[in-house]
């Protein structure tokens, strides 16, 4: 197949009218997404955060011998409830053997919980959240009332006896039960929606995150060994409440957090969450946080980002901290509404990510973003490599100072796109794959490479 270029004439940049002359087209809006998302249960929801109350702590170092309490029950009821869902769905432990190290005070088997439903391609995409739970005197609230935010990685003091289990009660139904049925429901309404997805989906339940992210660090550091083509992870963390502890309320907003810098992988896909949420539940907004999490607190999406994925982090708009790391974090503290909406805007996100092409390459083999000033030296030029299953690309702009895209347009079938007299330094680009149902990759953004620094000798030298 040949790909041609194009040449945009030149007032739709300088009128700023492509929105209004390049609408949306009426299969952006995918009736099967529509109906997965309408199918996301309330009750469910419910009925997972209650079981998992039920077992008074998921503590990673909580006991395993109970089959009604502890970590160990816990952990076999979620295998055990997403492998009832669909035959489709491959579930399964993904088991370490993890020594004393940290804050994991003895040697312990850590197993997250996996359910992957294979899509016709290898490349994957994740919703997550954490099933274990901690609580500890005071909570953090005590935490927060300390003088600064706390270094979340600082060491906590040895228990009086490592080898005895942790087993006070730690319901931890908002932190993180919430990311965690979410996470089920979401296996269960994507396995059962008889779509055909491109690429393959991963609900994956972590475990010791309140030891320091460790079931997501090994799980990433597997990821990047075996060279797991890991496009994106959705991480839900504390996604349950819409009652600040400050008696605020706001049950339409959610917070998105996301790696820099400004037009990292991260960052996009934190776009992408806001723009496809926006699209299929209009009713919740996201709010996208340009900073990797709020201060002095860690979560999963961390873990991955560190080691070259690309992860966000959805958090509560508004949270309780007497509640979390707490007893108080019980069934009570949850608005099953807020959290079903917000399981909507992860379904929106991964099923509208899954069903696309992946996003274009826009860099040279040598790390250079494929973008010049050809023909005239003033123009825009911007190439790309093209993505399978594309039939359209869509091209976005902004001025160079901003978060946000301001422009879009779409284009056709083409890897190189030339918009006369606009000056590449003045504005951020990037480009989308489209398929032939409307459905949009994340944003390659054409990105300077950081430079180093050529020391100069003096005299002497
Ligand atoms: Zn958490």
Not at 284 to 297: I, N, S, T
Request: charge should be neutral; glycine fraction near 8%.
């Amino acid at each position: 197949m040949r790909y041609g270029s194009i040449v945009l004439a030149a007032f739709l940049v300088a009128s700023g009218t492509s929105r209004s002359l390049f609408a949306q087209s009426a299969g952006d809006i995918d009736p099967r997404i529509v109906a997965l998302i309408a199918s996301i249960s309330q009750d469910r929801l419910g009925a997972t955060l209650k079981k998992l109350e039920s077992f008074e702590t998921r503590n990673s170092l909580s006991s395993t011998d109970s089959p009604t309490r502890g970590i160990g029950a816990a952990r076999q009821w979620i295998l055990d409830e997403m492998k009832s869902f669909s035959p489709k769905l491959h579930v399964s432990f993904d088991t370490y053997q993890v020594p004393k190290q940290g804050r994991i005070t003895r040697d312990v088997e850590l197993r997250n919980v996996m359910a992957i439903l294979p899509g016709r391609s290898p490349r994957r995409i994740y919703v997550s959240g954490h099933y274990d739970t901690v609580a500890r005197a005071g909570g953090q609230s005590a935490s927060n009332s300390s003088d600064g935010p706390r270094d979340p990685d600082a060491p906590t003091p040895p228990p009086a006896d490592p080898m005895a289990p942790v087993d006070n009660l730690a319901p931890g139904v908002n932190d993180d039960g919430s990311g965690t049925a979410l996470t089920i429901e979401l296996a269960r309404a994507f396995s059962q929606s008889g779509i055909d997805f491109d690429a393959t989906l991963v609900f994956m339940c972590h475990v010791a995150e309140e030891q320091g992210l460790v079931g997501a660090r090994l799980h990433a550091q597997k990821a990047a060994a075996e060279k797991i083509p890991i496009e994106a992870i959705l991480n839900n963390d504390i996604v349950g409440g819409d009652t600040g502890g400050n008696g605020i309320v706001d049950g339409a907003t959610i917070r998105v957090y996301s790696e820099g810098p400004e037009d990292s992988p991260s960052r996009s896909l934190a776009r992408f969450v806001q723009r496809w949420g926006a699209r299929y539940v209009p009713s919740h907004r996201v709010r996208l946080m340009a900073r990797p999490d709020r201060f002095g607190r860690g979560g999963d999406h961390s873990a991955y980002n560190q080691l070259g994925f690309t992860a966000v982090g959805f958090r509560e708009s508004r949270e309780n901290f007497t509640r979390q790391h707490d007893v108080r974090d019980t069934y009570a503290g949850i608005s099953l509404n807020y959290l079903a909406q917000n399981a909507r805007v992860n379904a929106a996100a991964a099923a509208t990510l899954a069903l696309a092409p992946p996003a274009p390459g826009v860099t040279s083999a040598r790390g250079q973003p494929t973008i010049s000033r050809a023909p005239s030296g003033y123009d825009a030029n911007l190439r790309w490599t093209a993505s399978p299953g594309a039939v359209a690309y869509r091209i976005f702009w902004r001025e160079a100072w901003g978060p946000d895209w301001q422009r879009d347009m779409l284009v056709g079938n083409v890897t190189n796109v030339v918009l006369p007299n606009m000056q590449i330094d003045d504005y951020v680009f990037g480009v989308a794959a489209v398929d032939a149902a409307g459905h949009e990759s994340t944003v390659s953004a054409y990105v300077t490479p950081p430079r180093a620094s050529t020391p100069i000798r003096t005299a002497g030298q």
